[in-house]
């Protein structure tokens, strides 16, 4: 194993008249054999006496290789090398998940998630930023909040395992730039104010108390590239890892930020961009996050909408993946209109509410909450728009690089979006674009694998900071003609039918072209 943390155990010389080295300066000496540039803090130095000589000198060391050392981070009686933890942590703004990991065996005992804390002061992250702005108590509060966030994943895994935080030395953390920043209790407000530029990209290894983080170690956060652009996605990379391939490949997730990198091992380009709640159902009344209830596939079969809910519950709303595929099942049988229109009298599920039309898939009586379940003509526009963003921001740097799509060898779909969604309903409305199957990807979290990935392997450190200093990033505000290519974008699939062979031949097939 290459982990970030290891643990070493010493059998060294008592103390006598023939070898009068101190205590610090035996165990300095016995790690430089295998560890370059080993750091010794104060806080270890302190613990050495008597502990040392209560063990007769048998002892375990605890290290963390930071960027360019091995700092110590605990010195305990015995061989105690078996308890060796670490944590990975995808840091998102509405979702924290951690996985804890043994680091002798790379094993992955558990993995929680719990919704981020911070949810409580906004559920937009503009929201928070604005609530903490010109106040470092409300900075703090946030601050807070995800911290509390961490604590309570940390107690989880605690209670099921029965290790605690002094038997963890190192987690890796991936998240967006606004997210690092409340997590260090740095003020965001720079991201969203013109130039974008974030306080910092890059703060390499943190001592965990120093942010109230309870494990015996330290904090490792991947760097960002800009505003937009976080460490969550350099992690993903980290897990693809387009950067080291002959072949280009596209890189996209899309969540509360879209993101997309493109590239190979000669040059990496990237663009982002806000892409709003549409994915998480938050544009919808009914609209909600997956879990238990939220339809999460749909089929209209015989013009009937036939669907299915996360752990069969009782449908509650819809959460991203039924919206793609509610929209794409409409298209397909003559429900909606190239643009998005609804066809009144297409189907008796379309019913007038709210003074305009709207796609009832479920009924009051079927429903959670004894209430008809629709989905609105203004929330199809809504999406239209997240859709048409992701869409166009393929376009925009494909033409950017003077590459096509047939350039492309791989396009990986990132994110819990992309775990869950169906590929042919995402091409259908021209989310993504239409390529060979055998070329998309979608490869989950990719932002927690790439977290793993490098605390089970320190010598990826260097990639990382290789990633992330190499890519190229455009900021969309300096985009041409970029409002152009969305309106065009927004149509289903798109206005240019030909950019969608598979989907034309479908609507053929189905007497609709």
Same mark, same amino acid.
Request: charged share 25%; with cysteine; hydrophobic share 40%.
């Given at each position: 194993?290459?982990? $970030?943390?290891?643990?070493?155990?010493?059998?060294? =010389?008592?103390?006598?008249?023939?070898?009068?080295?101190?205590?610090?300066?035996?165990?300095?000496?016995?790690?430089?054999?295998?560890?370059?540039?080993?750091?010794?803090?104060?806080?270890?130095?302190?613990? $050495?006496?008597? +502990?040392?000589?209560?063990?007769?000198?048998?002892?375990?060391?605890?290290?963390?290789?930071?960027?360019?050392?091995?700092?110590?981070?605990?010195?305990?009686?015995? /061989?105690?090398?078996?308890?060796?933890?670490?944590?990975?942590? /995808?840091?998102?703004?509405?979702?924290?998940?951690?996985?804890?990991? #043994?680091?002798?065996?790379?094993?992955?005992?558990?993995?929680?998630?719990?919704?981020?804390?911070?949810?409580?002061?906004? =559920?937009?992250? $503009?929201?928070?930023?604005?609530?903490?702005?010109?106040?470092?108590?409300?900075?703090?509060?946030?601050?807070?909040?995800?911290?509390?966030?961490?604590?309570?994943?940390? /107690?989880?895994?605690?209670?099921?395992?029965?290790?605690?935080?002094? #038997?963890?030395?190192?987690?890796?953390?991936? &998240?967006?730039?606004?997210?690092?920043?409340?997590?260090? !209790?740095?003020?965001?407000?720079?991201?969203?104010?013109?130039?974008?530029?974030?306080?910092?990209?890059?703060?390499?290894?943190?001592?965990?108390?120093?942010?109230?983080?309870?494990?015996?170690?330290?904090?490792?956060?991947?760097?960002?590239?800009?505003?937009?652009?976080?460490?969550?996605?350099?992690?993903?990379?980290?897990?693809?890892?387009?950067?080291?391939?002959? =072949?280009?490949?596209?890189?996209?997730?899309?969540?509360?930020? &879209?993101?997309?990198?493109?590239?190979?091992?000669?040059?990496?380009?990237?663009?982002?961009?806000?892409? &709003?709640?549409?994915?998480?159902?938050?544009?919808?009344?009914?609209?909600?996050?997956?879990?238990?209830?939220?339809?999460?596939?749909?089929?209209?079969?015989?013009?009937?909408?036939?669907?299915?809910?996360?752990?069969?519950?009782?449908?509650?709303?819809?959460?991203?993946?039924?919206?793609?595929? $509610?929209?794409?099942?409409?298209?397909?049988?003559?429900?909606?209109?190239?643009?998005?229109?609804?066809?009144?009298?297409?189907?008796?599920?379309?019913?007038?509410?709210?003074?305009?039309?709207?796609?009832?898939?479920?009924?009051?009586?079927?429903?959670?909450? #004894?209430?008809?379940?629709?989905?609105?003509?203004?929330?199809?526009?809504?999406?239209?728009?997240?859709?048409?963003?992701?869409?166009?921001?393929?376009?925009?740097?494909?033409?950017?690089?003077?590459?096509?799509?047939? !350039?492309?060898?791989?396009?990986?779909?990132?994110?819990?979006?992309?775990?869950?969604?169906?590929?042919?309903?995402?091409?259908?409305?021209?989310?993504?674009?239409?390529?060979?199957?055998?070329?998309?990807?979608?490869?989950?979290?990719?932002?927690?694998?790439?977290?793993?990935?490098?605390? +089970?392997?320190?010598?990826?450190?260097?990639?990382?900071?290789?990633?992330?200093?190499?890519?190229?990033?455009?900021?969309?505000?300096?985009?041409?003609?970029?409002?152009?290519?969305?309106?065009a974008a927004s149509f289903l699939p798109h206005t240019d039918l030909d950019n969608y062979p598979t989907v034309k031949a479908k609507l053929i097939e189905r007497g609709i072209l």
């Amino acid at each position: 194993m290459n982990a $970030l943390s290891e643990k070493v155990f010493l059998k060294l =010389e008592m103390p006598n008249n023939q070898n009068r080295k101190s205590d610090r300066d035996k165990i300095f000496k016995a790690l430089k054999e295998k560890y370059d540039n080993v750091t010794i803090p104060y806080n270890i130095i302190k613990k $050495l006496y008597p +502990m040392c000589r209560e063990a007769n000198f048998e002892i375990t060391v605890t290290l963390v290789k930071r960027d360019y050392d091995w700092v110590v981070t605990e010195v305990e009686p015995g /061989d105690t090398t078996s308890r060796n933890y670490g944590l990975c942590v /995808d840091l998102g703004s509405t979702t924290v998940i951690m996985r804890f990991v #043994d680091l002798t065996t790379g094993d992955i005992i558990l993995e929680e998630s719990i919704f981020n804390k911070q949810i409580a002061f906004g =559920e937009d992250i $503009l929201n928070r930023i604005f609530y903490t702005r010109n106040s470092k108590e409300k900075l703090h509060e946030i601050h807070k909040a995800t911290t509390d966030t961490f604590k309570e994943l940390i /107690d989880i895994i605690s209670e099921k395992t029965g290790v605690t935080g002094k #038997d963890i030395s190192i987690m890796t953390v991936a &998240g967006n730039t606004t997210m690092i920043h409340f997590l260090l !209790d740095i003020d965001p407000w720079t991201i969203f104010q013109t130039p974008y530029t974030p306080v910092f990209n890059q703060t390499s290894f943190i001592k965990a108390e120093e942010i109230d983080i309870p494990i015996n170690g330290y904090v490792y956060c991947f760097p960002s590239v800009a505003n937009y652009f976080g460490g969550d996605i350099v992690s993903g990379m980290l897990y693809t890892e387009i950067h080291k391939r002959q =072949e280009i490949s596209a890189f996209i997730d899309i969540g509360t930020n &879209g993101e997309l990198v493109m590239g190979n091992e000669d040059f990496l380009v990237a663009v982002a961009g806000a892409a &709003g709640p549409a994915l998480e159902g938050g544009i919808s009344k009914f609209g909600m996050r997956a879990r238990k209830g939220a339809i999460d596939t749909i089929k209209i079969i015989d013009n009937k909408i036939k669907y299915t809910t996360i752990e069969d519950g009782k449908p509650l709303g819809i959460c991203g993946s039924g919206i793609v595929d $509610l929209l794409a099942e409409m298209f397909l049988n003559g429900w909606v209109d190239f643009s998005g229109v609804i066809k009144k009298g297409a189907s008796e599920n379309i019913i007038e509410a709210d003074g305009q039309l709207a796609v009832e898939y479920a009924k009051k009586e079927e429903s959670g909450n #004894d209430q008809s379940l629709i989905f609105t003509q203004s929330d199809i526009n809504q999406f239209l728009k997240t859709k048409s963003a992701a869409h166009t921001m393929v376009a925009f740097l494909l033409e950017e690089v003077g590459l096509t799509l047939d !350039d492309l060898e791989d396009f990986y779909v990132a994110g819990a979006f992309g775990t869950h969604l169906d590929v042919e309903a995402a091409v259908t409305i021209g989310m993504y674009p239409d390529l060979e199957r055998s070329k998309m990807h979608c490869p989950g979290n990719a932002s927690l694998k790439g977290a793993y990935k490098l605390l +089970m392997n320190r010598n990826l450190l260097e990639d990382v900071d290789d990633i992330a200093e190499r890519i190229h990033y455009i900021g969309l505000e300096d985009a041409k003609d970029f409002i152009g290519k969305m309106r065009a974008a927004s149509f289903l699939p798109h206005t240019d039918l030909d950019n969608y062979p598979t989907v034309k031949a479908k609507l053929i097939e189905r007497g609709i072209l």
